[in-house]
């Protein structure tokens, strides 16, 4: 199918700056592509808005590759397009679980709310969700200078494939929960896939927040 692209401008109410550094997908970002006679507009919850998963795919292959205008799509949606810039920071999107506390609404736990030392202690040694806490929200559980190493050492997936296979692309968007062996998955596993071992935590210089 053959379609021609174009971008469509919209003012930027988000620091690209403060984007980068958490990592978020840029919500005013559109552009537009020619598909069937029509003009649709894309954005980057688009990429991720079919339920089909080969569909979904197939969307972050193709669109994370183009450039638009003076824009490429994958640093304007670096996290749906797994191009997150280098560097330590918390995952905007991860939850794990959610409480009711005595008075008031359900809270959800994320990053943010590892807020003090406790919950550090707590919950950043734990996997939930299929992942690490403290590789997910790696500031707030303060393990940014901390070395990672891929745990079990030399795992490879029921392909035979090994934690650097998982490096290139999308790989670990597209199969990291999958493949499992020996109990396993890359998610779980490979550093370059937020899995992986961490050093214990460091928490000399967390406030406590009451």
Not at 6 to 18: D, E, H, T
Request: aromatic letters at 12%; one cysteine or more.
């Amino acid at each position: 199918m053959m379609f021609s692209l174009k971008i469509l401008f919209v003012p930027l109410f988000f620091s690209q700056k403060a984007l980068a550094q958490s990592c978020l997908d840029d919500p005013t970002y559109t552009w537009v592509q020619f598909v069937n006679s029509m003009f649709e507009d894309r954005d980057c919850a688009w990429l991720m808005s079919s339920n089909n998963q080969r569909e979904t795919n197939e969307r972050i292959r193709v669109n994370c590759a183009l450039t638009i205008g003076q824009d490429e799509i994958k640093d304007r949606c670096p996290y749906t397009c797994d191009s997150c810039p280098k560097g330590c920071y918390d995952d905007p999107y991860y939850t794990f679980g959610s409480y009711w506390p005595n008075k008031g609404p359900k809270i959800t736990r994320n990053c943010a709310w590892i807020n003090n030392t406790d919950r550090q202690l707590e919950f950043c040694d734990k996997l939930r969700n299929g992942r690490g806490v403290s590789e997910m929200c790696s500031v707030a559980c303060n393990v940014c200078d901390d070395g990672c190493t891929d745990s079990p050492k030399n795992w490879r997936n029921s392909f035979n494939d090994n934690c650097a296979w998982y490096a290139e692309g999308n790989r670990c968007q597209n199969y990291g929960n999958k493949y499992r062996y020996i109990g396993f998955v890359a998610n779980q596993v490979c550093c370059v896939c937020g899995g992986g071992s961490r050093n214990k935590i460091n928490t000399e210089n967390t406030e406590t927040i009451a």
